[in-house]
């Protein structure tokens, strides 16, 4: 009769093997739960938003409302509505803000570092006066609105702020049931144009809520 002196080593192998094979699963399932965190998390914030009005006084323009758009393919459009009462009964202009986002390590208090990601920055008067408006403030550098036509304004330095193509934006964003809230800062895309600069505190003062 022959020994299986084969066996024992077969065996070992055999449990080492599926031992690595259950330290990569376990390894597996630790991404597939971040993964569906992620895309919870995504689901909570995609839809329309409206921002507070808040008083403001750019020329002619006394108030402001922010608005904001996220989709589920990660996309996102943020808008600033300018108006020319102080209650944001009488819009003048849009100011809108689009491209990507990308949701970073999903936190379990539901809050989340959002990375925003220029594509294109555009201008739309609403009216032949809110035209003059831009037109007078030299909006963006230019001197040529017309009514209800977008100019591209991208990497055009609008107001202090300068927003090219590609670039970052590194911020906070909690979603509570209907209401969402964005990192401390005075408006978004606010110098938060480096990773250093991404808020600590959400701004509970300013509260969006979904349309």
Request: aromatic share 8%; net charge negative; glycine share 8%.
């Amino acid at each position: 009769m022959k020994s299986n002196w084969w066996l024992p080593s077969l065996v070992l192998a055999t449990v080492s093997t599926l031992h690595l094979g259950c330290g990569a699963f376990d390894d597996a399932v630790g991404r597939g739960k971040k993964s569906s965190k992620k895309a919870r998390e995504i689901v909570r914030l995609s839809g329309q938003w409206e921002g507070p009005c808040k008083e403001v006084t750019v020329g002619d323009l006394f108030s402001v409302k922010e608005e904001l758009d996220f989709t589920l393919a990660k996309g996102f459009t943020q808008t600033t509505v300018y108006h020319t009462d102080g209650s944001c009964k009488e819009e003048a202009a849009h100011h809108i803000v689009t491209g990507s986002y990308e949701l970073i390590n999903p936190r379990r208090d539901g809050v989340n570092d959002i990375d925003y990601t220029v594509e294109k920055v555009e201008v739309k008067p609403d009216s032949g006066a809110a035209a003059d408006i831009l037109n007078t403030l030299d909006y963006c550098g230019k001197s040529n609105f017309k009514k209800g036509q977008a100019k591209d304004v991208t990497g055009d330095l609008c107001l202090s702020r300068q927003y090219k193509e590609g670039e970052k934006v590194y911020d906070l964003v909690e979603v509570n049931d209907d209401k969402l809230f964005r990192g401390d800062a005075m408006i978004i895309f606010a110098d938060k144009d480096r990773p250093e600069d991404r808020p600590t505190d959400l701004d509970k003062d300013n509260t969006f809520t979904r349309r």
